[in-house]
């Protein structure tokens, strides 16, 4: 995770799935340290610098939307029904230059208010990000216990 952490902080082009049957889209992942109250301390609460997983459209825009890592409860690793499939072949299609991406390299993360669906492009990339969450959570897990 050590060396992981900075790769994942610098980002990379992921294939993110919409929920609901929308269009995927290649969005630009990374991860970032917020502010974040994390309860208690009185009336300031306890606002501390926490990793989370953020996504723009653009490396330099500011991220669209955040989700803590914290709050992450479960990687899978594969395709459900909200991966996008071509009814034809069964590939999932994607928005990048050979119109789909593998099975393999298909991903979801579970939080506490949401999942994300993600495809790398790259089974580099796939390594990265999916080792990375697993590696997250398995850390989130020992930091409950």
């Given at each position: 995770l050590r060396t992981a952490m900075p790769l994942l902080q610098r980002g990379t082009y992921l294939v993110k799935f919409a929920l609901h049957g929308g269009k995927p889209q290649r969005r630009f992942?990374?991860?970032?340290d917020l502010s974040m109250n994390l309860g208690g301390g009185g009336k300031k609460?306890?606002?501390?610098?926490?990793?989370?997983?953020?996504?723009?459209?653009?490396?330099?825009q500011a991220a669209t939307e955040t989700l803590p890592l914290l709050h992450l409860l479960d990687v899978r690793i594969g395709s459900n029904d909200n991966f996008k499939k071509d009814r034809k072949s069964g590939r999932i299609m994607a928005p990048n230059s050979s119109g789909v991406?593998?099975?393999s390299h298909c991903f979801t993360l579970i939080f506490n208010t949401r999942s994300v669906d993600l495809a790398a492009e790259q089974e580099s990339d796939f390594q990265l990000w999916a080792g990375g969450m697993l590696a997250?959570?398995?850390?989130?897990?020992?930091?409950s216990a």
């Open positions: 992942m990374f991860l970032k609460g306890n606002v501390r610098q926490v990793p989370h997983l953020c996504w723009s459209s653009q490396p330099a991406v593998r099975e997250i959570l398995k850390r989130n897990e020992e930091l």
